[in-house]
């Protein structure tokens, strides 16, 4: 069994796409480990804005804070280091291009002409219609988040440069993991703010497990995760309000040893009171991540009639 030691000597991190307007920065970096069959991804806390992304932005500063995953990366990678699972962290912001939306869902009116034929216009689901779109349009409070439209070629290389890579990253680190271990799981970390008072019978959850209401993950995953959330104290809900996005319907096969979660971390579990920097809890959310991996990285290696993953 390699220690921490071994495994960040044997990983190697890369970088894929580029964040248009940013002068060839990177749009995702991965980092390539096998000591447990876990990719831990992170699409949502991207902090890599071009100047003239910011300057189309009508409320720049809290559109960020708001949209972003804060943080959520330093979460990951923590954790990765210490259990040697797999990581790809995206690094062009939410604001530019949500990596959890599917490609065709766009809401077409934020985007200048050409318009597209009615099939097209009408592939957009409910969250681009609400705002939260392939590029998000408005946020409540905030309303508009921006000063004009998109150009269509502006939101294609946002598509090809970003989108198409890192899913396609994702898709070629699973397989790997997959042919080594005989399945691999996807964790799919994000944020969320407070859904509520922490104190009470009905105290808001600490984390939300989402497994697209058992289509994502084989159930005894699932439940491992809950039983591991329970031994740490830690309270738990599952998929509502998040159940998972486009990642873990791009992803998921179950059937062919693919398994996807998608884990919501509550911000004041880790963040300062403000909810904008790293805060005095992080570490604990380290620890209990740490050992999520680890029981679920023994869960899927038993249940694949394969030798125990390491620690």
């Known amino acids: 069994m390699a220690d921490a030691g071994s495994r960040r000597r044997e990983s190697r991190t890369t970088g894929g796409g580029a964040i248009p307007g940013a002068d060839g920065h990177a749009a995702y970096s991965l980092t390539v480990r096998d000591a447990v069959p876990v990719l831990l991804a992170v699409p949502h806390a991207g902090r890599c804005y071009p100047q003239a992304l910011l300057e189309q932005m009508r409320h720049p500063a809290e559109a960020r804070l708001r949209l972003e995953d804060r943080f959520a990366d330093l979460l990951a990678e923590a954790v990765a280091r210490e259990t040697g699972a797999a990581l790809l ?43 939260l779109g392939l590029v998000p349009r408005r946020l409540p409070g905030l309303g508009e988040l921006w000063r004009k439209r998109l150009s269509p070629d502006e939101l294609q290389a946002r598509i090809e440069d970003i989108h198409q890579p890192y899913h396609a ?46 289509s994502s993950s084989d159930a005894a995953l699932c439940a491992a995760a809950f039983e591991h959330f329970a031994a740490a104290g830690r309270s738990t809900a599952h998929n509502r309000p998040y159940a998972g996005g486009y990642g873990l319907d791009r992803h998921a ?28 809890g992080m570490a604990a959310v380290v620890r209990v991540l740490v050992g999520l991996v680890r029981r679920l990285a023994q869960e899927l290696a038993a249940g694949s009639r394969l030798p125990q993953a390491a620690e």
């Open 253 to 280: 096969a179950p059937a062919r040893g693919l398994h996807a979660l998608q884990v919501e971390v509550c911000r004041s579990t880790y963040l300062d009171a403000q909810l904008s920097e790293p805060g005095p």
């Open 89 to 131: 962290v995206a690094h062009a912001p939410r604001a530019m291009i949500d990596l959890n939306r599917a490609p065709d869902d766009v809401d077409w009116e934020m985007v200048a002409a050409p318009t597209p034929d009615r099939r097209t216009r009408h592939a957009a689901g409910r969250r681009a219609r609400s705002g």
């Open 169 to 214: 990253a994702l898709s070629r680190t699973l397989e790997r993991l997959r042919d080594k271990w005989g399945a691999a799981l996807l964790i799919d970390v994000h944020s969320m703010p407070p859904l509520g008072p922490k104190r009470g019978t009905e105290a808001a959850p600490d984390f939300v497990v989402g497994d697209r209401f058992g």
